[in-house]
């Protein structure tokens, strides 16, 4: 269970006792250290295991030692077919593109990884890399925000929207040809909820009522109101005046409109600007 907060851990703990589940323990990450295997504690024979996705990005000062990798040896390796819920999923929204070269192909690093361009969080990698190393995981991407463009879906790869079966050949290729407009977007959302992988919800209506009140201002407060707009506008015009002086002094020009004791305040500024 992958979350933001160390203090959501109570919520997931609620979350599986709504659904029945109250058996299943969720054990803190964090309280365990990243040099012991976490086989060498009985309490985590079974259960949950909630971390955050600053801690999953983690490793130990000069050593090799991942959070990831001392996950997945608790999970039991590629055979693992538990479930991945992937809380806040957007956090791991940052992909970037991958990179190709001149002949259209994937551009590879040393250790045989896709390169990417553009801004690309560790947080993004580390969850892709979970998914790809547990590959019978089930996966739950949970999220308030949803995806507002294509590049958002890349670390979302179980949704099978590309690859074998799909109209696109991978990742790549979908965020190139959704992103040619909003229409796209939407067809994504209707495939995605007709195929029963996305389930979306809102607050329900019922009981509630609304009314349209006319609120009778006293004239002390309407003459406050409108002082504090005068203000306001004048404050403006100030801050817009004095920004057109200062582009006109850093140009070496003055504003017509100064006055000449301005004009002489303003002349060793021009000068250090010069």
């Known amino acids: 269970w992958v979350s933001v907060s160390a203090d959501l851990v109570a919520d997931s703990r609620r979350d599986l006792a709504d659904i029945g589940a109250s058996c299943i323990d969720c054990h803190q990450l964090k309280d365990f ?3 012991q295997p976490l086989s060498k504690h009985p309490e985590l024979d079974a259960g949950c295991i909630f971390v955050t996705y600053a801690l999953l990005v983690a490793k130990a000062r000069g050593a090799s030692k991942r959070r990831i990798d001392q996950i997945v040896a608790w999970c039991g390796g590629e055979s693992f077919d538990g479930v991945i819920i992937l809380d806040e999923s957007h956090k791991a929204k940052n992909m ?3 990179k190709l070269d ?3 192909e994937k551009v590879l690093d040393a250790e045989g990884n896709e390169q990417r361009t553009g801004q690309c969080s560790k947080t993004s990698l ?3 890399e979970l998914q790809r190393t547990l590959p019978l995981a089930r996966v739950v991407y949970v999220s308030a925000t949803g995806a507002s463009q294509p590049e958002h879906f890349q670390a979302m790869g179980r949704l099978g929207l590309w690859g074998e079966g799909t109209a696109f050949m991978d990742a790549t290729e979908f965020v190139r040809e959704t ?3 909003v229409g796209a977007m939407e067809l994504v959302a209707m495939h995605s909820k007709s195929s029963g992988q996305y389930l979306a919800r809102s607050l329900s209506f019922e009981d509630a009522s609304f009314a349209v009140v006319d609120a009778k201002l006293e004239t002390g407060f309407q003459e406050m109101y409108d002082k504090s707009v005068d203000l306001f506008c004048q404050i403006i015009k100030a801050v817009s005046n004095q920004k057109e002086r200062d582009q006109d002094a850093a140009e070496g020009r003055l504003v017509d409109d100064m006055e000449d004791d301005e004009m002489e305040d303003s002349k060793p500024a021009v000068k250090r600007k010069q």
Request: glycine share 20%.
């Open 179 to 181: 992103k040619k407009g």
């Open 96 to 98: 970037g593109n991958v």
């Open 33 to 35: 250290s990243l040099t």
């Open 126 to 128: 580390v969850v892709d």
């Open 102 to 104: 001149k002949n259209g």
